[in-house]
């Protein structure tokens, strides 16, 4: 059952390596807005995306394969049919800590079978929304 309390999600976002799976180029997009905040609030960020070269200054991949990093938390800013194969990616790595999917985003089956590999797993959530409710100092 994917995470929904507040100290469980406080504790997914404690995590600070995320792969962003559908990041864009486009300033508009919650895809650039969300992770751009992320990367404003110390999160150290991989990009994903195989039509760009490079994203929040930083070299973009083609898939969560290729990410050569340690990875934490892998947010899923992609259409829900393409949930499976990236959770699939996911669970062929031995780093991954938790899947975020963005509002909008999930997949049952897929969530079911990230928790079953002892993932954690975020489903229909903002990451930028939970990080500023539940994180962010006031002050910032």
Request: with cysteine.
């Amino acid at each position: 059952m994917p995470l929904e309390s507040p100290d469980d999600l406080r504790r997914v976002l404690a995590y600070d390596r995320v792969a962003v799976v559908g990041a864009s180029t486009s300033f508009e997009k919650a895809a650039h807005i969300v992770p751009a905040y992320l990367q404003r609030h110390g999160y150290e960020l991989w990009p994903v995306n195989p039509t760009a070269d490079e994203i929040f200054g930083r070299r973009a991949f083609d898939s969560l394969t290729d990410v050569p990093a340690s990875v934490d938390i892998v947010e899923i800013f992609r259409p829900s049919e393409e949930v499976p194969g990236i959770v699939g990616e996911a669970l062929d790595r031995d780093d991954v800590r938790a899947i975020w999917m963005q509002p909008g985003v999930g997949d049952d089956d897929a969530a079911r079978k990230a928790e079953a590999a002892g993932i954690d797993v975020v489903q229909d959530r903002c990451m930028k929304v939970e990080h500023g409710q539940l994180v962010r100092n006031p002050m910032d």
